[in-house]
């Protein structure tokens, strides 16, 4: 329903849940959220929300059926990660981290299977590099990222052509 009267929540555990993205066949979703097992970034969690307060903290990449079902955390990095998204053909998803340096501004693309398995670095830009998404074709993927920057918070778009 347009008006959000058709809604059901699917995750019901403490935590922040976030940036939620279906896959092109609709049989799948991907998000980023706090992992529940990490008592400070719980800690630090339940302390912000006291306060109607929340922050960018470190995230896991979380994946479950379209209906909510079948939750699983795909990663366990214990850093920032997040924007996911899944690559064209449902397969892998495509997603930010700084799991490099988890307390750094650093942030590359990873790419990964559903299960999170096949972990390969796909950019190396040396800065960050985020909020990847696929053409509708599913030729080219676009991102932001301050490679380039002349400045601290300049941030420039960047098309690359996707090859499987």
């Known amino acids: 329903n347009g008006d959000g009267s058709g809604k059901k ?7 922040y849940d976030g940036g939620a993205v279906y896959s092109r066949d609709g049989r799948k979703l991907v998000w980023r959220a706090t992992d529940p097992s990490n008592p400070t970034t719980m800690a630090r969690y339940r302390e ?37 998204t899944f ?16 307390d750094g501004r650093r942030f ?3 790419m990964m299977n559903l299960d ?8 190396e830009l040396g800065g960050f590099a985020s909020f990847p998404e696929f053409s509708p074709d599913g030729k080219r993927l676009v991102l932001a990222s301050d490679h380039g920057a002349k400045s601290r918070y300049e941030f420039n778009v960047f098309l690359a052509d996707w090859v499987d």
């Open 9 to 15: 929540q699917i995750t019901k555990r403490e935590g």
């Open 116 to 123: 999170g398995s096949g972990l390969e670095q796909i950019t």
């Open 48 to 84: 912000l929300l006291k306060e109607n307060l929340t922050e960018p903290m470190k995230m896991e990449i979380f994946v479950s059926d379209a209906n909510g079902a079948n939750v699983r955390q795909i990663t366990k990095f214990g850093c920032a990660s997040f924007a996911p």
């Open 87 to 102: 690559t064209p053909d449902g397969k892998k998803i495509v997603f930010s981290s700084n799991k490099h340096n988890c």
């Open 108 to 110: 590359e693309l990873f």
